[in-house]
């Protein structure tokens, strides 16, 4: 899928630090092997996860939708050397894909899978950590509301949560879409709470599909 001007995204790419072994040979076995691959975050959008990690050095990250793998890892190489990922996905096939590329990394000790509904494994995983440091939300859509809800009150003040995917192709600026689609809605709703939440600072950054960031005050 492509979210901005050709040219200008591999312009972007170009002038970009390259990703890991690792992270190329998941990019490309999922783009071959994996049903509907533009869910990957990919390289440009890896980096910045990446970059954002690295700056906070997190030591409890929660990553909502696995998928094969990409996010995790990406969080992963700002990790504390006692830090973890914990990584939900419902899909146990793409989260068999993703321990393989796990185990082929250096972060193959730091990175916990948890196959299930992320909203039940959130509320068990909430109970065994002290807070979280970052959390990566890019599952169901219309369940944002909800992840934000069941994860705000253990995000650390200066913790920050990242959103994925809230341009929805650009469809939150849709009337007819907006009036039609009931995930759009949600997005815009949840683009709408974040704003008027006076427990975080939010920017939506109109990276890739649209990146919700919201810093916990
Ligand atoms: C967009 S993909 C995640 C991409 C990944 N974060 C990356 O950066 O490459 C969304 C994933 O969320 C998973 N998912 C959807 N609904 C879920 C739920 N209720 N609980 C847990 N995982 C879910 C899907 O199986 C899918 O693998």
Not at 10 to 29: D, F, P, W
Not at 39 to 50: D, E, P, T, Y
Not at 86 to 112: C, L
Request: aromatic share 8%; with cysteine; net charge negative.
């Amino acid at each position: 899928m492509e979210f901005i001007d050709k040219a200008i995204q591999q312009y972007a790419e170009a002038h970009t630090k390259k990703e890991s072994n690792v992270l190329n040979q998941l990019n490309r076995y999922t783009h071959t092997s994996v049903l509907k691959p533009r869910m990957l975050s990919g390289h440009l959008q890896g980096r910045f996860i990446s970059m954002m990690s690295c700056l906070m050095k997190p030591k409890y990250v929660l990553d909502i939708g696995t998928y094969t793998g990409y996010s995790a890892l990406c969080l992963a190489e700002g990790l504390t050397i006692d830090g973890i990922v914990h990584t939900i996905d419902i899909n146990e096939e793409v989260m068999s894909t993703a321990e393989k590329f796990f185990s082929e990394s250096p972060f193959h000790n730091q990175i916990k899978p948890h196959v299930g509904d992320a909203l039940s494994i959130i509320e068990q995983i909430n109970k065994t950590i002290e807070h979280w440091d970052i959390i990566w939300m890019d599952a169901e859509k219309s369940e944002y509301p909800a992840y934000y809800e069941a994860v705000i009150e253990k995000l650390r003040p200066g913790g920050l949560i990242m959103a994925d995917n809230v341009l929805w192709s650009g469809k939150v600026v849709n009337a007819s879409e907006l009036a039609k689609d009931q995930d759009t809605a949600i997005l815009d709703a949840f683009n709408k709470q974040l704003l008027e939440d006076s427990r975080v600072e939010n920017l939506l950054l109109p990276v890739r599909d649209g990146i919700m960031m919201a810093r916990k005050l």
